[in-house]
C-alpha cells in the first residue's frame, strides 16, 4: 500500500529559527496537506495543495507540492514558542470515496522550541 | 473549539470487551470519519459516512464498525478488543465527502488491559 516517509522525527530549535520538514511517497499524489497536533487535541488543517510545483504560505508557514508528485516540504520562518507541537503530512492518491483516495498520513515530525 | 464533539475523552476495558465511541460532527457538515492514531503506525484512516452512507473504508479491522445516524452523529464500535487496540480514535467532519478540510475532535483514548 501507499506509505508516506516523513522526516525529521523530531527537531529541537531555539526560537527564531527556521525550521524544514518533509515528506516522501513510493507512489503519486493529487493531493498534498499538513497538519499540526497540539497535545490533547485533534489535528488541525494547515496549508493544502493540490497542484504539482504549488507553493502555498499561511502566515509564517510554507509548503510545497514537489514537482515530482512524490514530496512536499513545509516551512515555518522565524519559530515561536507556539509552534510546538507534532506536524504531519498527508497525502491523497487517488478520487474521492475510492480505494486509493482516503488520506495518508506520515507519523509526523514533533517540533520542540526553546524561547 | 473545531466544533467536533466526541465522548468519551477516555475509556479503560479489558481484552474481549466491547466499546463504543460517539461522534457528533460540526454543525452543517454531512460526512464523518474516523481515524486511529498509535505510537507506531501514526493516524490511520478507518472509515467515512457520508450522510447516514458508509463512503469509503480503510484499514478497519472486521472487529470494528460504525455507523452514521439520521441526526448525522457517528458511532464506532469495538469488539473483541485486544491489547493492540489501544489507541487515539479520532472523528473527523467535512461539509460534504469531496473536500480535504476535515476538522478533527479531541479524540477517545482507549486503553486496554
Known amino acids: 500500500g501507499q506509505q508516506l516517509n516523513q522526516s525529521p522525527q523530531s527537531m529541537f530549535i531555539q526560537e527564531g529559527e527556521d525550521v524544514s520538514m518533509n515528506c516522501t511517497s513510493s507512489?503519486?499524489?493529487?493531493?498534498w496537506l499538513w497538519y499540526k497536533q497540539d497535545p490533547g487535541e485533534g489535528p488541525v488543517l494547515l496549508i493544502a495543495l493540490y497542484k504539482a510545483g504549488e507553493l502555498t504560505s499561511n502566515g509564517r508557514l510554507t509548503a510545497q507540492f514537489g514537482i515530482t508528485r512524490k514530496d512536499s516540504f513545509l516551512n515555518i520562518s522565524a519559530s515561536i514558542p507556539s509552534d510546538v507541537g507534532i506536524y504531519f503530512c498527508?497525502?491523497?492518491?487517488?478520487?474521492?470515496?475510492?480505494?486509493?483516495?482516503?488520506?495518508?498520513f506520515g507519523k509526523g515530525t514533533k517540533l520542540s522550541v526553546k524561547p | 473549539d473545531s466544533g467536533v464533539t466526541q465522548t468519551p475523552k477516555h475509556l479503560i476495558t479489558a481484552t474481549g470487551q466491547r466499546v463504543t465511541l460517539r461522534c457528533s460532527p460540526r454543525s452543517g457538515d454531512l460526512s464523518v470519519y474516523w481515524y486511529q492514531q498509535s505510537l507506531d503506525q501514526g493516524l490511520q484512516f478507518l472509515i467515512q459516512y457520508y450522510n447516514g452512507e458508509e463512503r469509503a473504508k480503510g484499514n478497519i479491522l472486521e472487529r470494528f464498525s460504525a455507523q452514521q445516524f439520521p441526526d448525522l452523529h457517528s458511532e464506532l464500535n469495538l469488539s473483541s478488543l485486544e491489547l493492540g487496540d489501544s489507541a487515539l480514535y479520532f472523528c473527523?467532519?467535512?461539509?460534504?465527502?469531496?473536500?480535504?478540510?476535515?476538522?478533527f475532535g479531541p479524540g477517545t483514548r482507549l486503553t486496554v488491559l
Open positions: 473527523a467532519s467535512s461539509v460534504d465527502g469531496t473536500t480535504d478540510t476535515q476538522y
Open positions: 498527508a497525502g491523497r492518491g487517488g478520487n474521492y470515496g475510492g480505494s486509493q483516495g482516503n488520506l495518508i
Open positions: 507512489s503519486i499524489f493529487n493531493t
